[in-house]
């Protein structure tokens, strides 16, 4: 496939090439063909919060970070979709916070285990857990694909990170008394709600962030990381980016208006 060639100056320009890596991956069996839905989705509630990072957001990276840092087993949980938009983000934040990259799929086939390993390797991944040839435990209470999961990976972790996520597995791995951090750009979804520490914010521009604050973090003393966990508090972090979102839509709004009385 040829890559469209998108002008500099088109006002779409970053929403475009997302969509072109997604399509990319997809053509190359590392994205599920729900994953060109679910990117859909992901897009239009970007949409709400200006296609910005908000401090919501960042508050919210720092805290997951520290959560990472101070952990005994984190792991990040790798997927489609992640692995095509930021695969170089996921290995670098693996190595500043010791966490292990684990492939888990809903959709499974395994030419996209395959795809998916062999782009994280191309990124400078040089040890991936969760394939088929390594050992599988079950997470409880889940009948889909994604209750396999890698014994020495997600199956003893205290921390994980699940960036783009299904609400059910988030759940479980709750009730297994796992730490949760998500990526999610909808605050409402079952994800955001069940997990200790929810982003709301485009992977591509928090995976990046997440590996500044990262490199930032690795050198604070374990008791302020503990601190800054300690005084994050996730249901007012969904509140305040529930807040975010309408406050933005208003001031959208607001200028609309605006324009269309100085066109009339």
Not at 24 to 42: D, F, K, N, P
């Amino acid at each position: 496939m040829t890559r469209i060639e998108i002008p500099d100056d088109h006002p779409r320009r970053e929403s475009l090439e997302m969509r072109e890596r997604v399509i990319e991956g997809h053509l190359a069996s590392i994205v599920a063909t729900a994953g060109l839905l679910a990117h859909g989705r992901g897009e239009a509630f970007d949409y709400l919060i200006g296609e910005k990072t908000p401090l919501t957001a960042r508050a919210a990276i720092r805290a997951a970070v520290a959560a990472m840092l101070t952990a005994e087993h984190p792991v990040i949980s790798v997927n489609g979709n992640i692995c095509s938009l930021v695969p170089t983000e996921l290995v670098e934040l693996s190595r500043l916070t010791n966490a292990p990259l684990e492939i888990n799929l809903f959709y499974y086939r395994k030419e996209r285990e395959d795809a998916i390993l062999s782009a994280l390797h191309e990124a400078g991944a040089s040890n991936v857990l969760g394939t088929h040839d390594r050992p599988s435990t079950t997470i409880p209470e889940l009948s889909s694909n994604r209750r396999k999961v890698d014994p020495d990976g997600i199956g003893k972790a205290d921390v994980v990170l699940v960036p783009l996520e299904d609400g059910d597995r988030t759940e479980a791995l709750r009730k297994m008394g796992k730490y949760v951090i998500t990526i999610d750009l909808n605050p409402m979804s079952r994800t955001s709600v069940y997990s200790n520490v929810t982003i709301v914010d485009n992977v591509v521009r928090s995976l990046p962030l997440m590996v500044e604050y990262a490199e930032q973090m690795r050198h604070l003393d374990r008791e302020e990381l503990l601190r800054i966990i300690s005084e994050f508090d996730n249901e007012q972090n969904i509140r305040d980016s529930l807040r975010y979102m309408i406050d933005y839509l208003e001031s959208v709004s607001k200028k609309s208006m605006k324009e269309l009385q100085v066109t009339q």
